[in-house]
């Protein structure tokens, strides 16, 4: 007999699955319901409101993610020779290990972030919430090694460093379509190759043409 705790990670993939597809507006409790083979009572008793749903399935990646970044950023500039090199490693590879370990789950997940990322006010604030203190960590440890850029260049030069892995989890296979039938990927050399692409990015001098005023 199926516990409470199965039931409601039961609801939770069948959400994520519903919230990656068709995104926060276009899916209804009645399709998660009817998908999941579940009550109306029981979405109620574990999550409360859609908001509430779509918050919680959020939470599930970006709690031990989230911990796994800053225990790493951490661990990092703790080195005498901590690099800014050491702050991209603890940003990305904690996601892309949790993400590739969930393998076929994870591919579902992949599209979940990527949309969140995009999903409208309010919406957007219920998955910030969750990564905010970790951005402003991250952002500190960026002024640390890049120092003397306005706080507006942070903002975006860690937006910009975001993008990059949220453009992989999302595109990554139909990009590799184009080229190769191999649909595998390394966490490992992801995060490398990601790094190498980010870093000029990250420490460069900002544009007198650039994005603010």
Known sequence: MPTKSDTKNHILDVAEKHFARDGFAGTSLRAIIKDAKVNVAAIAYHFGTKEELYEAVTER????????????????????DASIEDVLFAFYEPPLNLIKKLGKKGETLSTFLGRAQTEPEPVYSLVDRHYAACR???????????????????????????????????????????????????????????????????????????INP
């Not at 649909?183 to 050399?189: E, K, L, Q, R, V």
Request: aromatic share 12%; proline share 6%; net charge neutral.
């Open 61 to 80: 990646f970006a709690a031990p993610v989230v911990v796994e970044q800053l225990k790493r950023l951490e661990n990092s500039l703790s080195m005498d």
């Open 136 to 210: 402003n960590k991250f952002i500190e440890a960026i002024e640390r090694f890049v120092p003397g850029l306005t706080e507006a260049d942070y903002q975006w030069r860690f937006e910009f460093m975001l993008s990059l892995i949220v453009c992989f989890l999302t595109r990554h296979k139909p990009v590799r379509a184009r080229y190769s039938k191999d649909t595998d990927w390394n966490p490992a050399d992801v995060t490398s190759t990601l790094i190498g692409f980010c870093l000029p990015g990250i420490t460069g001098s900002p544009s007198k043409s650039g």
